[in-house]
């Protein structure tokens, strides 16, 4: 649950303004630089990773909805095989206080 809250919680930053990445990759050098979560060591690393994800995503694809790049960092996970992360993401999807 945490993982998925921090996701929403974490994307509802997209209206603020943030710096412009280093280098504005286009959808296929971006995907290629991608980085499993669980590769990375330490926690801000992560955060890191994230917030350049967000930034790409928010500069190179303005018109995404909220649900549409939540849809394309899951892709991203699938593709590159991010298996801790999809789990935690998976056991976090399950609703906290049962049905």
Known sequence: MRILAGLIIV????????ALADDPADD???????QCPETIADRDGRIDELQR?????RDHHPGWSLRK???VRYGLLRRH?????LANVASSAQPPFGR
Request: hydrophobic residues 55%.
């Open 28 to 34: 296929a050098t971006f995907d290629a630089q991608f």
């Open 69 to 71: 790049r939540l849809d």
């Open 53 to 57: 994800y967000q930034d790409w995503a």
């Open 81 to 85: 095989a991010c298996a801790v992360t």
């Open 11 to 18: 994307f509802g930053v997209f209206t603020a303004p943030a």
